[in-house]
């Protein structure tokens, strides 16, 4: 679950609701705080499109060549932390779809300030 910070209070029905319209799940910790997290597993195919760009599907960091050659789809420092793997994966495959949403819900209200903090 990420956490998102607004500036104005006022706008927090509106991207409560555009977010769970985009089946996120959130939740409100206070007037201008809310948690988000996404009701559904990893995309494979998301994972995939990762993958062809080079990127570890852990993290998003770059995979060094030589492991990226043998086919790994882990960078150096995810091989090496292997047992916090599967949090830190949904973790930032939550922050990246909720950064898109996000995104999206900024251009729709160009006059709200609305931050992700983590």
Not at 7 to 27: G, K, M, N, T, Y
Request: charged letters at 25%; aromatic letters at 6%.
């Amino acid at each position: 679950m990420v956490r998102l910070k607004l500036h104005d209070p006022s706008v927090a029905p509106e991207l409560v609701s555009f977010l769970r319209r985009c089946q996120c799940e959130v939740r409100h910790l206070g007037p201008t705080m809310v948690g988000v997290g996404v009701g559904h597993p990893v995309d494979p195919e998301a994972a995939a499109h990762r993958l062809q760009d080079g990127r570890c599907y852990c993290c998003g960091e770059q995979i060094e060549l030589v492991l990226f050659r043998l086919g790994s789809p882990r960078c150096h420092d995810c091989r090496e932390s292997s047992a916090a793997i599967p949090a830190r994966a949904n973790e930032t495959w939550t922050r990246m779809e909720v950064e898109s949403y996000l995104r999206i819900w900024r251009v729709r209200n160009p006059g709200a300030h609305v931050e992700l903090v983590a």
